[in-house]
Structure formats: structure tokens, C-alpha cells
């Protein structure tokens, strides 16, 4: 089904998937979870489209790596999607090590400094070019008031962009993690 999604179309459509998504849970990945890791990992060998895993866990981003390059994956092809949530840095830079992306998509007004210190570290270790950044809004509750209190997509533009000027990224770094990376990453070959 995700194959033919991507290289087809989603259902009766021409409309085609960008790329496959996935979630874990925290630590070792359980039997289950590696059948859909391995399923997404020759999903994607046979389309060439990114995965993107959802997993803020360093042991569970080190075990998916383990699992794709089993399956004879690049890891240019995944994503470690709430990096930002592992507090340990090294994780951040072994993902990157290994050739993965790192997203750090936890960005709002209460982690903007959290964000801007995990950008400038893994820029300062070189891997400007496997970053990806996001805000991970929106979240419409479902039984609330037209959808409760939806947070805006609008902050990482309108503010955070700013922040990071005054914190000595040029814009040059700032397309490159916000345009470049994001088209390098989902791009299928």
C-alpha cells in the first residue's frame, strides 16, 4: 500500500505520498515495531522516499539505524523525528554521525533557547547540513470548540528566524536548514 501510495497515487488519486511515517516507542524496538520498521525500509528502497520516524529516544533512534542498515538502507533516507526530546547530546550527534537527519521539531516560545543551543552544537560539530527544524503546531482537539486551543504556524518565521540572527546564524545557514536540507531530505530521486 505505501508503495503504490508514493508511486501511484493515494487511493483513486494521482496524488502521491512524499514520504513514509512511522513512530516507535521509547528504548529496544519491540518484534512489531521492527516488522513496520523493516516494511518502511523496503518501502522505501523500492520508492526512494525518505522515513520519517517519530521517537525523541536515542536507544530507539541507535536500534532503527541497526535495523536499516540490516535492511541495506542509507540513512540519508531516515529521519530521527523530536530529537530534540533526548536529553543526552551525544545521541544527536551519532544519529548525525551515522547519516541520518536530526529533527528538531519541539520549537515554541518556552524551548527557543533549548533550540537555538542544540542548533549552534550541532552546527559547531559540522552537521549543519543534516538538520532538519520545525514547530510541530497545529493540534486540533477533537471534541473542544472549534478544535480547542490551536497553537499557530507562524512563530519559527516570525520570531524564531529573528532569534537566530541575533544569535550569529547568517542567512545563508538559515536557508540552508529551513530551505536546502528540508528539499534535500524529502526529495525523491
Known amino acids: 500500500m505505501w508503495t503504490k501510495e508514493i508511486l501511484e497515487g493515494v487511493e483513486d488519486t494521482y496524488i502521491k505520498a512524499g514520504f513514509i511515517k512511522i513512530a516507535v516507542n521509547p528504548g529496544t524496538i519491540v518484534p512489531i515495531q521492527q516488522k513496520i520498521v523493516r516494511a518502511a525500509t ?4 523500492a520508492t526512494r522516499a525518505v522515513i520519517a520516524c517519530h521517537t525523541g529516544n536515542g536507544v530507539a533512534a541507535m536500534h532503527l539505524l541497526k535495523i536499516l542498515n540490516e535492511e541495506g538502507l542509507e540513512n540519508n533516507k531516515f529521519i530521527v523525528v523530536h530529537t530534540d526530546a533526548e536529553e543526552n547530546i551525544e545521541y544527536h550527534l551519532e544519529i548525525a554521525r551515522q547519516g541520518a537527519w536530526v529533527e528538531y521539531d519541539g520549537l515554541s516560545q518556552n ?9 549552534r552544537f550541532m552546527v559547531d560539530h559540522g552537521f549543519e547540513e543534516q538538520i532538519l527544524l520545525s514547530q510541530d503546531a497545529g493540534w486540533y482537539n477533537v471534541g473542544q470548540p472549534r478544535g480547542g486551543n490551536i497553537r499557530g504556524y507562524e512563530y519559527l518565521i516570525e520570531k524564531f528566524v529573528p532569534s537566530m540572527k541575533k ?3 547568517d542567512q545563508n545557514l538559515i536557508d540552508k536548514i529551513l530551505v536546502e536540507n528540508p528539499a534535500k531530505a524529502f526529495q525523491i530521486e
Open 111 to 119: 524551548t527557543s533557547e533549548k533550540t537555538l543551543k542544540l542548533l
Open 42 to 45: 523496503r518501502c522505501s528502497l
Open 167 to 169: 544569535n550569529g546564524f
